[in-house]
């Protein structure tokens, strides 16, 4: 990724109009903001949405695969040696106005560059410097904005039918569907995931309901209707009980980056 030993920060800009998805690692941190669209990454162990206004942290090291369709990211990395972050696994953060400009103006230094003289290198360090301790002090305000995943084949299958059914789905038609009886699903989640699949269609559809608030244009009731909740004060009573905030909060929130200390971290 690098080509100038005196690199240690650096970008890479993605416009993705057809899946991207393959499985890989850094040597390097990585902070990728969602300028537009919603992105998604998976880890061995977790599934990440990446909505506008949020950034995806992926410390060095950590296997990922990007899931990328009509998005546009700016990804910076930071070399682990040179710039110091809290030992945190991968998160979703959001990103408040400062942040993103900042992530904007770094693009100007791709992480590729062959050269850099020493002034242009005197420039550039300062400036990721300040954008580390920018990234450093947002990985406090994690977003919850990721589901687990699971490898043990039952459980994988009922994730996935439950996500393409979040909104009617039961835990019936859940069992028909994959073939086992609600007493192994009941068995299965609670040794694989350490939750019920009841806890699990929950916090998928709030995962969903949050990246329909921050990229489309649907009401709270409609968002509601297609995730499965029987009304919009239903989803709002159970988002605000995960988040701290009312959908339309957050709303507002994700659709102006603003900074958490005007509204407290989210709450998990």
Do not use: K
């Amino acid at each position: 990724m690098r080509r100038c030993a005196t690199v240690v920060a650096g970008t890479v800009e993605h416009r993705a109009t057809e899946v991207i998805s393959y499985w890989h690692r850094h040597d390097l941190h990585e902070i990728e903001y969602a300028v537009s669209g919603c992105a998604e990454i998976r880890t061995p162990t977790t599934h990440y949405l990446l909505p506008p206004s949020h950034a995806a942290w992926v410390p060095a090291g950590v296997e990922h695969a990007p899931l990328l369709r009509d998005v546009t990211t700016i990804a910076v990395f930071f070399d682990p040696a040179v710039f110091d972050f809290p030992r945190v696994g991968a998160a979703i953060i959001p990103v408040p106005p400062v942040m993103r400009e900042m992530m904007r103006y770094a693009a100007r230094w791709p992480i590729g560059r062959t050269h850099e003289d020493a002034a242009a290198n005197a420039e550039a360090s300062g400036f990721f410097t300040a954008l580390a301790g920018v990234v450093r002090r947002q990985l406090a305000y994690e977003a919850p904005l990721s589901l687990p995943v699971s490898d043990d084949p039952v459980v994988r299958d009922v994730i996935a039918y439950t996500a393409a059914h979040l909104a009617d789905a039961r835990s019936a038609a859940v069992c028909r569907a994959v073939g086992i009886s609600e007493r192994v699903l009941r068995r299965r989640f609670a040794t694989v995931l350490g939750q019920t699949w009841q806890e699990h269609l929950r916090q998928a559809r709030l995962v969903r309901a949050m990246a329909l608030l921050s990229t489309s244009t649907m009401s709270v009731s409609q968002i509601a209707a297609a995730v499965g909740f029987g009304s919009a004060s239903a989803l709002a009573r159970a988002f605000r009980a995960w988040t701290g905030e009312t959908p339309s909060a957050y709303r507002d929130r994700s659709l102006t980056s603003v900074d958490p200390d005007e509204s407290g971290p989210n709450q998990t």
